[in-house]
């Protein structure tokens, strides 16, 4: 089954909305990180759009990690798009190396933290945008997290490690503090299958 059959059995009917044929492709711009492709499509009526643009990135991966104790991990960074200093869960691109998810989880929470996790659990995939980005983005539940090790050293990354309840962090994604918007669906998505969304009660207090 390939990703279109894997979506299409998440989606509702779709009889009544066939894709978009693609009569040529061409790659502006292919480099180790993203690849930007011209696509010349025609729809269902016969309608000619091109060029339409796709960015074609790697799969992605986030990790919501929690320790023994109901505290989560997060990283801040500074993220040179918006220009700001985003609160958000550790993680990054898959690797061609990286058989699954949760390897590329393991391997994406020790480099950036030192941590090491017991108990890893595949919880699903979410599409950054599927209008323009053909990518998914993975989400691991990493439980019993603890530090294991000395964070990778990567030039290209400053990341400071925070520990937090979480409780807290689940406040600060309610109060829009948290504005990777990947990461926030993920620590719902994941939290909800480790039990611990609390998310009502905190909206009643604030």
Do not use: F
Request: aromatic fraction near 6%; include cysteine; proline fraction near 6%.
């Amino acid at each position: 089954m390939d990703l279109t059959d894997k979506l299409a059995t998440n989606s509702p009917d779709s009889a009544d909305l066939p894709p978009w044929q693609v009569k040529s492709s061409t790659h502006l711009l292919h480099d180790r990180w993203l690849k930007v492709r011209a696509d010349a499509c025609v729809t269902a009526e016969g309608v000619e759009i091109a060029p339409y643009y796709v960015l074609e990135y790697p799969d992605w991966v986030g990790v919501v990690a929690i320790d023994a104790e109901d505290n989560i991990y997060l990283v801040q960074q500074y993220r040179h798009g918006l220009g700001v200093v985003s609160l958000e869960l550790p993680g990054g691109a898959m690797d061609a190396s990286d058989a699954n998810p949760i390897e590329a989880a393991t391997r994406e929470l020790r480099e950036e933290t030192g941590l090491s996790a017991s108990e890893w659990e595949y919880v699903g995939a979410l599409a950054p945008n599927p209008a323009t980005h053909s990518n998914l983005s993975h989400i691991v539940l990493a439980r019993n997290v603890e530090i294991s090790a000395k964070p990778a050293d990567d030039p290209t990354e400053r990341i400071r490690l925070v520990r937090m309840p979480i409780r807290q962090a689940i406040g600060l994604a309610l109060k829009g503090r948290m504005i990777q918007v990947i990461h926030v669906a993920a620590l719902t998505l994941a939290l909800h299958k480790a039990g611990k969304w609390d998310a009502p009660s905190l909206a009643d207090k604030s």
